[in-house]
């Protein structure tokens, strides 16, 4: 790359470790994406390329490193996401959770959604796989859970594929469960570490349970997380939502786009979210495929699926 202008950003020496990666990855993934040169001489990092390129840079890196300022670590994952943010011109996205190392969003969706789960009663997360709505939701039920805010995390998923065949599976209620609810408890276990949830669970204060399950309780002093709920009919979706009781709050995530129902037109998600957005206490979060923080492969997959069901419509 031919060198052109020069700029120095100097940076602490965490931070330049950060941008540079291991092997130099990271910093190979900035100068694609800007078409620049990134040197790190010492106590910071030189940019060669034009200014717009460098600007562009420049936001990136200064995104991870407010990441490190934050004692958060830095992925490839997060790289792409500053580049992301760099080239659309949004503004930084401020750290937000906590777990083992802390839970932070990385995209502005994904800091407005931490956001109305902390000042909403029940909130609604749609959008593709990938971009976070669970595993938030969990990170933000764990940090309810350890504060004593609430007294138990309940976990609620359908299980369609087993029907009414789930009464004759082998073991009881969370072994009956467990294979549906899989990408919940590796959520849980990433956020809460395998013994402490291995304890809270033993202790009730975290349960799962398939809808038909919750039909008739009151689930009070919790945090309740409705998961695949694309999945669950309009009468199981009202009958979930009503089950609020004091002290508790919910979010409902799903794709609104993977009904897996025999009539699709029966998701209660949709349904729910067209009559409850605008009530008071109730918010919608809305995420896209440029929110998902997968490898970037399934991005580009959930945009090209898009693609085509837009082209058959």
Do not use: C
Not at 52 to 72: F, P
Not at 253 to 273: K, R
Request: hydrophobic share 45%; no cysteine.
């Amino acid at each position: 790359m031919r060198r052109g202008p020069s700029e120095f950003l100097p940076l602490a020496e965490e931070a330049v470790r950060a941008v540079a990666g291991p092997s130099g990855r990271h910093a190979a993934l900035i100068e694609d994406a800007f078409h620049i040169l990134l040197e790190t001489p010492g106590g910071g990092v030189s940019l060669n390329g034009d200014a717009e390129s460098r600007r562009g840079a420049r936001r990136a890196i200064e995104a991870l490193a407010g990441r490190v300022a934050s004692q958060l670590e830095v992925t490839p994952a997060d790289v792409r996401v500053a580049i992301d943010h760099a080239r659309s011109g949004a503004g930084p996205v401020a750290p937000h959770g906590v777990r083992r190392g802390p839970v932070a969003a990385k995209t502005a969706a994904q800091a407005r959604y931490l956001d109305l789960l902390d000042s909403h009663d029940l909130v609604f997360g749609l959008g593709p796989a990938g971009t976070g709505k669970t595993f938030l939701a969990v990170a933000h039920g764990a940090q309810l859970l350890r504060a004593g805010s609430v007294e138990r995390l309940v976990v609620t998923r359908p299980a369609v594929e087993a029907g009414e065949r789930l009464g004759f599976l082998p073991g009881d209620l969370n072994e009956k469960v467990d294979p549906y609810m899989a990408p919940v408890w590796e959520a849980m276990g990433s956020i809460l570490g395998a013994e402490a949830l291995r304890r809270r669970r033993d202790r009730g204060e975290i349960e799962v349970a398939p809808i038909a399950f919750m039909r008739g309780r009151t689930l009070s002093n919790a945090f309740v997380i409705v998961d695949e709920a694309q999945n669950t009919s309009r009468l199981q979706m009202k009958m979930v939502l009503t089950r609020l009781g004091e002290g508790s709050s919910m979010a409902v995530t799903g794709d609104p786009s993977q009904v897996d129902l025999l009539n699709p037109a029966d998701s209660g998600l949709a349904h729910a979210v067209a009559i409850l957005e605008g009530v008071e206490g109730v918010a919608v979060a809305r995420f896209t495929v440029a929110d998902v923080v997968r490898h970037p492969l399934v991005g580009r997959i959930v945009a090209a699926y898009d693609a085509d069901a837009a082209g058959r419509v």
